[in-house]
């Protein structure tokens, strides 16, 4: 942790994050959030991958759209609520245009059997990138306070109600999550300090 | 044909709805269509899904499909009501509890939401994956995006060229 800390960066000015989120939206076909990981942790290193997760989880939680929340969060660390509002305006203007100015000419080619292929073939890669991102993003829990034994059994339990059982996310948000966030508040206290300091 | 919309309701129903989507404006879907659809028939069924499947082809959040059943609602006046309708409380809420526990990271509590829900967020992310890649018929699909997660964990591959070659394929109709 104190060494990936230690490399990184900070955006220079609220510019530069309005482009960066722009950039990265505009990546970002069916979901943004796998592009969102690799530019902000692996590319502008603005963040660690610990701090990546910690951001998502507040955005995963709360209402709204979780990299809608991340990228305000982002912003308003560097650069406060003006910050919070370049990064946002970021990950949407651009994208918005793009997409209404489709719908706008859409129904002519939505019967196409290329344009219908093509979506398939981009959507499943889309469902790869999420799954490849949530392997990468593993890597992170080795330095959970919970144990990485622990972990796997929650990655896989909230895999199987979520995918397999198909339950309501609020309940495994509320319920699996207390008793997730229950036990690793015992864990933190055994431990002098919790883990995910490193700012 | 389409009902004359009635702004104002609309605005407040997406309000409300910012406040319960948590998971993301997707989740909150099925309520859009009962409102949109059946109560104020502004929008058609087939308008309904094609929303959510732009949004999805296109770049950028997925969440922009509100937009685009507002434009197709009531042109641009509708796009900006119901955007802004979806985004305005979560944005709020979102800045005020990230401040509230960033000067709080001491926190044991704060602590705890942290580590305990890491792994959940990483659970939720498998789920989409596996959602997304189960909800089409057919296996042949499962072998780009199997390609692509592990070119994404283990290569710096641009994830540009990745989208691409799946757009080729299934263009060339392999997928």
Redesign the interface.
Known sequence: MTEESSALRRPSSKTELFVAFTLLALQGFGGVLAVAQRVLCDQRRWLTREQFLELLAVGQVLPGPNVCNVALMVGDRFFGWRGAFSALAGIMTVPLVLVLVVTAVYAEYAMHPAVAGALRGMGAVAAGLIVGTALKLSSALRVNAMGLAICVGLVVLAFVGVALLRWPLVWILLGLGAVSCVYAWKRVGADHRPESEGR | MQAPVDFLSLFLHFLLL????????I?VAPDMHRVMVHEMGVLTDAQFN??I????????????FV??MG??AAG?KG?AVT?AGI?L???T???A???W??AR??W??????????????????????????TE?PGWR??V??????????RT?LH??V??A???????????
């Open positions: 910012s406040l319960l989507s948590i998971g993301g404006a989740a094609s929303s499947a732009l949004a999805q082809a296109l770049p950028g959040p997925n969440v922009l937009a685009v434009y197709q641009l796009a955007l985004m409380p979560s944005t809420l979102a800045l509890a990230s401040r526990g960033h990271q001491d044991r509590a704060v602590g705890a939401f942290k580590a305990g829900m890491a792994p959940l967020v990483i659970g939720l992310m498998f789920s989409t994956g596996w959602i997304l890649a089409v699909h499962i780009p995006t199997v390609a692509a997660a592990v070119l994404v964990w710096r994830l540009l990745m989208i070659v799946g757009g080729i394929l299934g263009a060339l109709g392999w997928v």
